[in-house]
């Protein structure tokens, strides 16, 4: 009989070890609706978030779960050789500050992230003013033109720059802060994932001229993964790309006070099905630039709309800067203000496009809003300087229409972004 006892008391152990003990990365148990997936493969109520005040930099690996709200009380880092994972429907909060103060997160070169969000819940980063709970995608209390009220995040990586050093400092980041220099020799540099994952209301100003963006891609390799993110209401730039080779797909930015997408220092990697839809107060919806280096590699954007606010003073679709090196595909453009521009205005533009480095595919503007309706030549002719013959020539690969037949795929941002929730996917 006790030989009987003891089986059954084994295979009790058994039973639990199987059901309670299990690895967050072999775990298959599927929650309620109302629960979240904990690192110990638990479904944890929704109701029961407590806070945690992040106030260190992370210097060993660590999970934050959705059944707490991390708030980060200063630039957090995650240091070099450490992972931070964050699982599905987590939300992290940055807590108010500006100058070396500002709140962001930082992976630092070196360092990894693992954020991989789902459809349905997607991992979001805003404000600690923000009383949303894990669970839900609309703010109960912040308008969604608000801006400036933490940092935002940034990812460095070791994969090649142009820039006038092999490694330099991260803008948004102070100079006496070590863990903001990126780049290096590794092209398939690995920082990480980062997956449905929603950044809001950032872009806190650490000096004139010098805020932090929504997303920072800085020297990130091609091993990292970055995929169906939104940005929205960032003080600056929704996203920017400072050399590396990292290809993100299925971006959304929404309202920026700065330009939605900025592409920087020899960036050599592909973006693929962006959207961007401008605030009142967004410059260029594009802002292109070559190396600062010898270096100067090439990019590719392709799928891309753009929505303007017609009610801006100002706006421009693109605005392209000396040695670009890029291929711009199946663009559709609309709802801008009256005289918008596609900027081709510096001498190193023209170089590049008659040397064969500016290739232009598929560029489509609707215009039908407009009282005054602009020309192609409207359009491609900036204000500044510009070249004539190079103008003229981009003319022969865009075109004006009421119907776009290129853009981007919407569907990919419909179920689990803010963009939807509020309605604005129904204008694309």
């Known amino acids: ?5 003891n089986l059954f008391f084994l295979f009790l152990a058994c039973i639990s070890i199987l ?93 990894k992230i693992d954020a991989q969000g789902t459809v349905d819940k997607p991992i979001i980063f805003t404000s600690v003013a923000d009383e949303i709970n894990s669970g839900e995608i609309v703010s109960p209390n912040l308008d969604q033109g608000i801006n400036g009220l933490w940092g935002g995040v940034l990812i460095l990586g070791d994969a090649p720059v142009s820039a006038n050093a092999p490694s330099v400092q991260i803008e948004g980041i102070p100079p006496s802060d070590i863990n903001g220099l990126y780049g290096g020799n590794n092209p398939q540099d690995n920082s990480g994932i980062l997956k449905y994952v929603s950044i809001r209301h950032g872009g806190a100003n650490i000096g004139e001229g010098n805020e932090i963006n929504g997303l ?43 330009d939605m997408f900025d592409c920087d220092q020899g960036w050599s990697g592909t973006m693929d099905n962006i959207i961007g839809i401008a605030g009142d107060q967004t410059d260029s919806a594009l802002e292109l630039d070559g190396g600062e280096g010898v270096e100067n ?21 693109a605005d392209l800067r000396a040695k670009v090196s ?61 070249d004539e013959e190079l103008n003229n020539a981009a003319l022969g690969f865009a075109k004006i229409t ?25 204008q694309l």
Not at 299 to 316: D, P, R, V
Not at 343 to 364: A, C, H, M, P, Y
């Open 19 to 111: 059901f309670t003990a299990c690895d967050k990365d072999e775990c298959i148990k599927t929650c309620a609706s109302n629960e979240v997936l904990t690192e110990n493969c638990e479904c944890v109520p929704l109701s029961d978030n407590s806070t945690e005040i992040i106030t260190e930099n992370i210097s060993s690996d660590v999970t934050w779960t959705a059944d707490k709200v991390y708030v980060l009380a200063q630039r957090v880092t995650v240091l070099p050789g450490v992972k931070l994972t964050i699982m599905p429907g987590t939300i992290i909060k940055g807590q108010a500050g500006s100058g070396a103060n500002a709140t962001a997160l930082l992976i630092a070169k070196g360092a």
């Open 216 to 258: 920072t891609l800085a020297g990130v390799g091609s091993g990292t993964i970055i995929e169906n993110i939104e940005i929205v209401s960032n003080q600056d730039d929704g996203i920017e790309i400072f050399g590396g080779t990292v290809n993100p797909k299925n971006i959304v930015v929404w309202s920026t006070g700065d």
């Open 402 to 426: 009421t119907t776009n037949t290129v853009g981007a795929k919407v569907s990919e941002f419909e179920k689990w972004t803010l963009v939807a929730a509020l309605g604005q996917l129904v």
């Open 326 to 386: 890029v291929s711009l595909k199946n663009l559709y453009c609309f709802n801008f203000p009256e005289g918008s521009e596609f900027r081709l205005n510096d001498q190193g533009v023209s170089d590049s496009w008659f040397s064969g480095k500016i290739l232009f595919t598929n560029l489509e503007f609707n215009v039908s809003h407009l009282n005054t309706q602009p020309s192609l030549a409207d359009i491609f002719r900036d204000k500044g300087s510009h």
């Open 1 to 5: 009989m006790t030989n009987i006892k």
């Open 297 to 317: 590699p090439s990019y590719s954007i392709s799928n891309i709309t753009l929505m303007g606010h017609a009610a801006a003073t100002s706006g421009k679709y």
